[in-house]
């Protein structure tokens, strides 16, 4: 557990904060530091925020103030240099800062680091981590919290979109007893998780459930049923209207097959490559299937792209999957 009264030292010692996330920020990158911007600015402090890249539109809901700047649009170098503190979350991976690992290499502000992730750097920070966490949120709010500091209405939501997104709506292994009380404890703040819900789950296009029907119609099962797969050609995109963003979530649809160990989804890119995103469930790997082909990840949710053509792809990918899932099966548990 991070010792949050040494962070609340660092804070009452300075006056002006840079908040940094990830690039592609999800809603828990963007939840932690808006909600900490909320609580240092209650405290009197100045509080930037610069970011390595643009948050999606889909999360525009959360960044009303339009408080969230890219380094280099609205905000500058010199700006993020000549903070006190530099502050990143959600991350503590060199390669997730893009331009702003620059920045923060050479910033003589105090550096530091709050995170949930396994897999890190050295960032030469002062590191508040949990990797028990179940959102970098989370730590945001056991911070205020142990440290006495008010939360207001604004910072509970930003923390709910965070925590919400991060534990797949509370339904994650991470979540605990303990992830409920504390979003008890938020949703009293005056969160309405009704209207987070519709935001962030009901927005979706005509065009991406055309393809999503034509990718669950698609779905193949290996002979076990250890595997299911499925795949998206470039006509589709063009005969639905649908974009490649819309294939993000689509992949999980075969890991909700009964039996399922490891899932794909092959999608065929504008420049004929084709991108592999992977699946498991927990007692298997799929990073080690990613890394085969030049990718990377997470055990259970990991990527790799892959030269085409799309039905040649498909088959060598196939058949490492079998080799790697049938390996798998046979070690002891
Ligand atoms: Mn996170």
Redesign the pocket.
């Known amino acids: 557990m991070p010792d949050w009264s040494e962070l609340k030292k660092i804070v009452d010692a300075h006056q002006t904060f840079v908040l940094t996330c990830h690039v592609r920020p999800?809603a828990?990158?963007l939840g932690?530091e808006l909600a900490l911007a909320c609580l240092l600015q209650d405290m009197g402090k100045t509080v930037l925020i610069a970011n390595p890249s643009q948050a999606p539109n889909t999360l525009e809901f959360m960044d009303e103030d339009q408080w969230v700047n890219v380094l280099g649009q609205g905000i500058s170098v010199d700006d993020v240099l000549s903070a006190d503190v530099h502050l990143i979350l959600?991350t503590s991976a060199w390669s997730q800062l893009q331009g702003v690992a620059e920045v923060f290499r050479r910033t003589e502000a105090v550096k530091v680091v709050i995170d949930?992730?396994v897999s890190s750097d050295d960032l030469d920070a002062h590191n508040f981590k949990d990797t028990e966490a179940e959102?970098?949120?989370s730590l945001i709010f056991r911070f205020a919290r142990e440290c006495g500091l008010p939360i207001s209405k604004k910072a509970a939501f930003y923390l709910f979109c965070?925590i919400a997104t991060?534990t797949g709506w509370f339904r994650f292994p991470s979540v605990s007893s303990q992830t409920y009380r504390d979003i008890a404890e938020i949703v009293d703040l005056g969160v309405e998780p009704y209207l987070v819900y519709g935001e962030l789950y009901e927005r979706s296009s005509l065009a991406r459930h055309h393809l999503a029907g034509r990718v669950l119609q698609r779905i193949t099962t290996t002979e076990n049923g250890l595997i299911s797969w499925t795949w998206v050609a470039r006509e589709d995109f063009h005969e639905t209207g649908a974009k490649p963003v819309d294939t993000e979530d689509l992949v999980n649809e075969c890991l909700r097959i009964e039996g399922t160990k490891v899932a794909f989804i092959a999608v065929e890119q504008e420049n004929g490559q084709v991108k592999f995103s992977f699946r498991a469930r927990i007692g298997s790997n799929v990073a080690v299937i990613a890394e085969q082909f030049g990718g990377g990840g997470h055990t259970l949710a990991a990527g790799a792209m892959v030269p085409g053509p799309l039905e040649k792809a498909k088959q060598q990918v196939l058949e490492v999957v079998t080799n790697k899932v049938n390996d798998q099966q046979n070690l002891p548990t």
């Open positions: 999800d828990d990158a932690s959600d949930h992730h959102a970098t949120g965070a991060d």
